[in-house]
């Protein structure tokens, strides 16, 4: 593995990656012989119109999917040929994910929701007070931790999200349009929570269309046809 | 466990589809169990039965019908000649003729009706249990079955006038005998022969009781019977209670087959909607299932997330089709046999708990393809399902 960039041990680090999805019409090349890193502590804004691979390459660092070729890194660990089952502890335990339609639990109250990857990662219900500061620190009271996410607002229930994807404490933050359900005023809500959270130290990847937002971040990689331009 | 709740919350969510669901597994469980009861019932009871008459082989005048008819109810009679041939066919076993009948009886000012039998002083003993009271020792004394003597409230030293007849004196009460296939006497009373003979004016007896030792000898018995008496033409019937018993088991076995059939059909119709419910669970939670994924559930995490729903479901529904199948054992039990005391028994039970253990596999089998379905969705097709 790579040292470069003084020392630091990149969180994210792409080489060479393409990604080709099959499809019955030919194949579609997603990315195309993509190369960058990101260092631990940035805030990386990745922008580019629709269908220029955004998507794919947020999948391929949220652990969802494997490249077709060339390597990546994901927290120190090539994600090239893993199986299911080890990339998805990759996800539980070093990725957060925020999405644009907050994509809570229905069925579970705020509490749970946060709850959730917890236990997942101690497999045990007993999950102490960090849901409980967790929710504390992205603004939310404690009268609301026993309602279910139908009854909070836009912003309140990105906030669980947040929340949520902080509970393991992963190295990486990935937002998907994380303003792109909310009013401006909301949504820049978020993104000062967001500021605060990089402020502290975490790692944000952040796709956006929208420049306001992508303002927030301290790096933007702009992707065009699968390629960073 | 949080997969445990989840599944438990989404069935509280669409509870009429699961309750419905569920119906099918309960009546499932319930008439399978419910027979598997029964017939144990059955079998323990017939089994005391076996026992106690077991070694007894009727011999009745033949008929000319099924010859399961009621003895005495004929012309046709077994003479002293046939009771003499009957009695060397079977020596050293007893053979005990039974004279029977029915008439009007009055006790003080009650007027009722009851059967009747006279049989020897000596052979009563051998064929009867004596409750309260003692055996008969004269020949006007007679004894009285325990439901007759409680319905028409008769004690030891009560007169009952017997139709036209004359009084006997009861001297004892019998223990209950319940379902018997040589003599009924829990209904009636009974006299010694010479009493019977006189007031009846009989001459030839209505059936033979024969009492055998050895279990084993019970087919050879019967056979020396059958050659002293039926060589020429059939003249009696010989049955031998076990064979009897036979007969009402066979019945009972094609109607409990019947009725487990039923409940079998009930069953796999039970699971394909349990396996309905599941796949459009699973269909309307897509995107939860992505988002469990991204979150880190493993494939092993969302198929028990709904393995858990069908376990639920078959564990509601085996135990309440579990409980209504002791209820239906009871009472169909109580119809039947006319006693409940089997249905409470270890291999009574047993019954129940196969046919609970049977929903609850029904449920999972037909979970496990959802489920499976569920767990191998494309995480990231799942997330972007609207």
């Known amino acids: 593995m790579s040292q470069d960039l003084a020392g630091t041990k990149p969180v994210i680090q792409f080489k060479d990656v393409t990604k080709v999805y099959s499809l019955p019409a030919g194949d579609v090349i997603a990315l195309n012989h993509v190369t960058f890193s990101v260092e631990p502590g940035e805030f990386v804004a990745i922008m580019g119109p629709s269908g220029s691979g955004k998507s794919t390459l947020l999948n391929l660092i949220g652990c969802l999917d494997v490249p077709t070729s060339g390597d990546l890194w994901i927290s120190g660990t090539r994600i090239g040929d893993m199986s299911d089952y080890d990339l998805t502890l990759l996800r539980r335990d070093s990725i957060g994910f925020v999405f644009q339609q907050f994509n809570l639990i229905p069925l579970f109250t705020v509490l749970e929701n946060v709850q959730l990857p917890l236990t997942l990662k101690t497999q045990s219900s007993v999950a102490g007070d960090r849901p409980k500061d967790v929710l504390m620190s992205v603004g939310l009271e404690p009268a609301l931790y026993t309602h279910t996410p139908s009854e909070l607002s836009g912003g309140q229930q990105q906030r669980v999200a947040i929340a949520r994807a902080l509970v393991n404490d992963p190295e990486i933050l990935l937002c998907d349009e994380p303003t792109g359900n909310l009013d401006r005023k909301t949504g820049t809500g978020i993104m000062e929570l967001l500021a605060g959270m990089n402020r502290n130290g975490k790692t944000i990847i952040m796709v956006t269309h929208d420049p306001k937002t992508a303002e927030y971040a301290k790096r933007i990689i702009i992707i065009e046809d699968g390629r960073i331009q | ?386």
């Open chain 2, 1 to 386: 466990m949080i997969l445990f709740e989840f599944a438990k919350r989404n069935i509280r969510l669409h509870w009429l589809r699961s309750f419905l669901a569920v119906l099918g597994i309960v009546i499932g469980v319930a008439s399978i169990a419910a027979m598997g009861i029964l017939g144990n019932s059955m079998v323990l009871s017939i089994g005391e039965s076996l026992s106690s008459v077991g070694d007894t082989i009727v011999v009745s005048p033949h008929t000319g019908g099924s010859g399961m008819g009621p003895p005495g109810k004929t012309n046709e009679k077994i003479t002293d000649r046939m009771v003499e041939q009957i009695k060397r066919a079977v020596t050293p076993n007893l053979a005990i003729p039974v004279y029977s009948g029915g008439d009007r009886m009055k006790i003080g000012s009650k007027e009722t009706a009851g059967v009747i039998y006279g049989i020897k002083i000596d052979d009563i003993p051998t064929l009867l249990e004596v409750d309260e009271g003692s055996y008969s020792r004269g020949e006007t004394a007679a004894m009285v079955g325990r439901k007759f003597a409680d319905e028409n409230d008769i004690k030891v030293g009560s007169r009952i006038s017997v139709g036209t007849k004359g009084i006997v004196r009861v001297s004892g009460i019998l223990k209950e005998r319940g379902m018997g296939f040589d003599i009924n006497p829990d209904y009636g009373i009974v006299v010694t022969d010479n009493w019977y003979a006189q007031a009846y004016n009989a001459t030839d007896y209505d059936m033979v009781v024969v009492k055998v030792r050895d279990l084993a000898q019970i087919d050879s018995v019967k056979e020396s019977i059958e050659k002293a008496l039926n060589k020429r033409e059939q003249v009696v019937n010989v049955l031998e209670t076990k064979k009897i018993l036979e007969t009402i088991m066979t019945a009972f076995s094609s109607i409990s087959t019947f009725v487990m059939a039923i409940g079998g059909i009930s069953l796999i119709v039970a699971g394909v909607s349990i396996f309905n419910i599941m796949m459009m669970s699973v269909t309307e939670r897509i995107r939860e299932i992505g988002i469990m994924r991204s979150l880190g559930a493993q494939r092993l995490e969302v198929m028990k997330m709904f393995l858990y729903e069908a376990l639920i479901l078959g564990l509601v529904g085996s135990t309440i089709g579990g409980v209504f199948s002791l209820l239906g054992g009871y009472l169909v039990s109580s119809l039947i046999l006319k006693t409940t005391k089997y249905v409470f028994v270890p291999s009574s039970l047993l019954p129940v708990v196969y046919g609970m253990a049977f929903g609850i596999a029904v449920c999972l089998v037909c979970g496990i393809y959802p489920a499976w379905k569920a767990a191998n969705l494309n995480p990231i097709e799942a997330l972007r399902h609207e």
